[in-house]
Structures are given as C-alpha cells and as structure tokens.
C-alpha cells in the first residue's frame, strides 16, 4: 500500500491501532451520507494502512445493485469527495473485498441473506470476523434494521470476545424525549450498551478532541477553570447556507434539534465536565453525563432562557438571499425556527453563576463554530479604562471550523514613550502547525468503533438527558407557533431576541 508523506510533527507517533478482520456493513448504502462521507472515510483509512488485512466492505440497501456497479459507485464517490486522490493500488485492495446485498430494511429473510454472505467471508478466510453495522438510513428504519440484526442473530456474535458485533446509528437519535427513549429501548432489546455507538460527528472533529486535552494535560488551566475566574462561556455554531434542497427535512427539524441539542451540548458536555479518573470511554462519558444532568431546566417564558427566529431576505456574500418562507419546500406559515439561542445555568460547585450562552443559525454572516471561555476582567486599580486604556477581558476561543485552531486574547503595552495598553490575540493554527491534510471527523470514528472504542460517541443516557432538557422548549415553541418567533436578515449575526438574551445581565456576543 502506498506509504503516505506524514507532516514532520506526525513523524513517530503511532499509526497502528489494530483492528481485527472487520465487515463494515452500511445500511442505506446508495445515500448521500455513504458516497460523501463514509467510502471516502474508509478509503482514507486504507490508504493510511489503518484497515485490518481482512477488510471487507458490505453495501446494504433495497435497489438491487450487482457488486460489480456498487464497487464502481463507490470508486466514483472516492474520485468526487476524498480529501485524497484515488491511488489505484489502495482502491483495489478494498475493491477487492466490496460487495452489495439487496433487501428491505424490515425483511427478516433479506437479512438472514445478509447473515450467510458475511459467514460465506468468513469461511473464504477461515477466520472469524467482527461485523461493524454501520445505519446510515432516515430515521425511520432505523428500529427494523436493529429488530432484523437481533432476530437473524448478528447482532449477538461474539458477544464476549472482542470483535463481538458492534452498531453506529446515525443522527438524528429521536426528535424528542419520548422518540429517544423508545429508540433506546429497541437498541437495548437487542444489543449492550457497549456495542452501541451513536454518532454525532462533531466529537471526530480535531478540535473538538483537542479541547480534552488542552483541558486537561496543560497545568495552567485546570485552576482556572471555574466560576472564580472565567464571567461566561459562548458557544457558536454559525452556517451561512440556508436550507438549500433539504427544505422538507429542516421543515421537521429545526435549528434547536439539529443543533442545539446534539453538536453544541456535546461542546458543553466537554467543556464543562470535570476530569475524568481515565482516558477511557465510560470515565469520560460519566462525567459528561454528570454535568449535563447538573444543567438546570430552562425558563421557556419570554424574557427567559431561549430565544428563537427566522431570517427573512437578506445578502450572503454580497448576493441577494431569498427569506426562510421563499426557500423551496417550506410551509409560506411555518414557525420552524432557523436560528436559536439559549442561556445554560450549571447547577454545581465549579459553575454556580457562570452563564453558558449557546446559539446556532442558519444564513448567519460567517461560517464558524467556536466555544469562547471569556474570563473576568482583573481590578481596574493600575490600567483603568477611565485611564484611556484600551483592555479587554482575556477570551480563550477554540475554534473548531474552519480554520481550527486556538487563540487568546491578551491585553499589551503598545510600543513607544507612553504606556498605553491595547488587546492582542495569540493564535494557534493546526494547519500551520500539523499541515492542512487532517484526517475527516467520519475516519477517525469509523476507526474507533472498528477498535472498540467508545469514548467520542455518545451514550444512551447521555441522548435522553440532553432530551430532557430541550423536550420542553420544543413543546413550548409547537404551542405557540408563530408567536414569539423573531426575525433576522439573512448574512447578520442574528436577531434581537438573541443579543438581549445576553444583555440582561450585561453580556454581548463575541464577533467571532
Ligand atoms: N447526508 C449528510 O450529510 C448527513 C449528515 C449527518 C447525518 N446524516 C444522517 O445520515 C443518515 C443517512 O443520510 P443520507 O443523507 O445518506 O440519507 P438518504 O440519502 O436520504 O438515504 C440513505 C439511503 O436510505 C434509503 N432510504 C431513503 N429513504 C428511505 C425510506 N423512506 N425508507 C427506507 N429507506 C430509505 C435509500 O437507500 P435504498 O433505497 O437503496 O434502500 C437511501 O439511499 C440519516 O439518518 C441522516 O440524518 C446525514
């Protein structure tokens, strides 16, 4: 396999985490997810020689589709979206070891099918493989498709050894408490908790990771890290697309569960918690669990803990955008909010009195995501800006797309005669540091369930306690449909409702 070039400063770190012979099996094998996303992933990961020797790759669906067409769809997908060239040696050991099987997703024979292609794998390399079901379908099916791996008995191989049979469920997990819950109960019917691994692919994200171990393996933040020295924390997940053709699913969905809910509580989650005992999945996810259960529930009255909004027409880019109700696919009276934000209060010992803002919009002015810790301003006794000096309170922001990376903003003196002081930021750039090349959030976590490891995926009890929380704004918000819902103009940092949100105890959004 084709040695790839590594950035000097990946030289010698270990690249082998060794997987056993594995079939990845993907249900929904034709959708857009699989050619975009995850054949890139494993390619990507055969070309970096992270793949077992025994690699098999199993395409599911109800189109039927010959091998040797799913092979060529899949070798299209490389060519259209892998962040490397198709080297032609790479893909013919995949190639090689893809196949499709044909079947509905509720039809217990199209799966016991399924069940004797994978034992055919088997017996051809007289070894026993685990299989990483991988349900990349509409929600929908996902309850049949874990039914059927449970009645055909995939489910249960191996189940105390370490390539027992392992399931990643794609997001969205449930809409709200209840549809979480039931989800939860089916998976438990039929898998353990620790063959389960439910994605929300922001965790695969390298500063998403980087956070842990900023967090915890450098000294001088830990006595920091608390309500005696940081004022606020602001979470921003920012797109400046609108719903595009995903019209009809945003129209069910919504910024609050699309967002809100999964990606930027997985931010709080992680940036909040305390240190765990280990690296290790269940300490980390303990953890995450404790704090979120710390969060106390929101005040959903106007003037309290959320805020909501559409955008209406407005300029991206310098091109006139249409508003959310012109965009294809949308009620002309839907009261399905593009733009959210919320105020977490953190009911323990290290965040009493710490506002967590959160907030996340579609057609916002920039594409960012960021967590910024703003930190108190020190006693204006020497510098005080009635002095004319120009301070800030020091932000530490990890900016986790695009451009990830790190940066703290600092108060300096400006050079010359005088001392006046003005804030300077301090940045870290991965791509600078590392080379832009990084491996995509979808390989790092196809690998770690391959492996085994659980740690940046979410837990059930961590679903359902996020649900929780936000089940009882989405019932507020359904009530009241249009009421109360705020506008803003596409390509600004949101509405009104979003910045008094923080000016009621006199904070403002950071520009990010
Ligand atoms: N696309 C993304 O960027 C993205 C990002 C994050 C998460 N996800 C999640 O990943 C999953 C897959 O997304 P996707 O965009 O790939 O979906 P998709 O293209 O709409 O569907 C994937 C496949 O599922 C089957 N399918 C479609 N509609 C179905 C239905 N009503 N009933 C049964 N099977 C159906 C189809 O395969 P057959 O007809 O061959 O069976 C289809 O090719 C979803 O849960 C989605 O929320 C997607």
Same mark, same amino acid.
């Given at each position: 396999m084709a040695e790839n070039p590594r950035h000097p400063f990946l030289q010698g770190l270990s690249k082998h985490r060794g997987a056993p012979p594995t079939v990845v099996v993907i249900f929904g094998a034709s959708g857009d997810l699989t050619a975009r996303k995850l054949i890139p992933a494993v390619y990507n990961l055969g070309v970096d020689g992270l793949l077992p020797a025994d690699f098999f790759l199993v395409g599911f669906g109800r189109k039927p589709i010959p091998d040797d067409e799913f092979r060529t769809m899949a070798r299209d997908a490389i060519q259209e979206f892998s962040r490397r060239e198709l080297h032609p040696e790479s893909w013919a050991r995949i190639s090689a070891g893809t196949s499709y099987v044909a079947g509905g997703y509720d039809d217990k024979a199209a799966f016991d099918r399924l069940a004797q292609h994978i034992a055919k794998i088997e017996g051809k390399i007289n070894r026993e493989v685990q299989t990483l079901f991988y349900i990349s379908t509409p929600p929908s099916v996902f309850a049949p498709i874990i039914e059927n791996l449970g009645a055909c008995g995939l489910a249960g191989r191996y189940l105390r050894h370490a390539h027992h049979t392992k399931v990643i469920i794609e997001k969205? /997990?449930?809409?709200d408490l209840d549809s979480a819950l039931a989800l939860n109960t089916a998976i438990r019917r039929v898998f353990e908790e620790h063959q389960v691994y439910r994605i929300d692919h922001y965790l695969g994200k390298e500063t998403v990771q980087d956070l842990l171990v900023q967090r915890f393996s450098n000294a001088i933040f830990e006595p920091l890290w608390n309500r005696n020295f940081i004022s606020s924390v602001q979470i921003t997940v920012a *797109? *400046?697309? &609108?719903?595009g053709t995903r019209g009809g699913y945003y129209e069910q969905s919504g910024c609050l569960r699309d967002m809100i809910q999964n990606h930027t509580m997985q931010l709080v989650a992680l940036t909040a918690m305390e240190p765990p005992g280990s690296y290790d999945a269940e300490a980390i996810r303990d953890e995450k669990v404790k704090v979120l259960k710390a969060i106390q529930p929101l005040n959903v009255m106007p003037g309290g803990d959320v805020a909501r909004a559409q955008y209406i027409a407005g300029m991206i880019g310098g091109k006139p955008v249409p508003g959310y109700l012109a965009e294809s696919g949308i009620a002309p009276t839907s009261a399905t909010e593009t733009y959210a934000a919320i105020r977490l209060s953190i009911n323990n010992w290290r965040w009493e009195g710490v506002p967590f803002y959160l907030r996340s919009g579609k057609r916002m002015a920039r594409r960012v995501s960021e967590i910024a810790i703003n930190f108190k301003r020190p006693p &204006?006794?020497? /510098?005080? *800006?009635?002095? &004319?000096f120009n301070l800030a309170a020091n932000t530490l922001s990890f900016q986790i797309q695009p451009d990830e990376g790190l940066s703290l903003i600092l108060n300096t003196k400006i050079p010359g005669l005088e001392t006046r002081t003005q804030p300077v930021k301090m940045s870290f750039r991965y791509a600078t540091t590392f080379g832009s090349n990084t491996p995509e959030a979808y390989e790092r976590l196809v690998l770690d369930a391959m492996i085994g490891d659980g740690t940046l995926f979410i837990r059930g009890d961590e679903a359902e306690t996020s649900w929780k929380l936000y089940t009882p704004v989405l019932e507020a918000w359904a009530t009241a449909g249009r009421d109360g819902l705020d506008q803003y103009v596409a390509g600004s940092w949101g509405p009104a409702v979003g910045d008094t949100l923080l000016s009621r105890q006199g904070n403002v959004w950071r520009q990010p």
């Open positions: 969205p /997990f449930g809409r *797109e *400046e697309v &609108g719903v &204006g006794t020497l /510098f005080a *800006e009635s002095g &004319g």
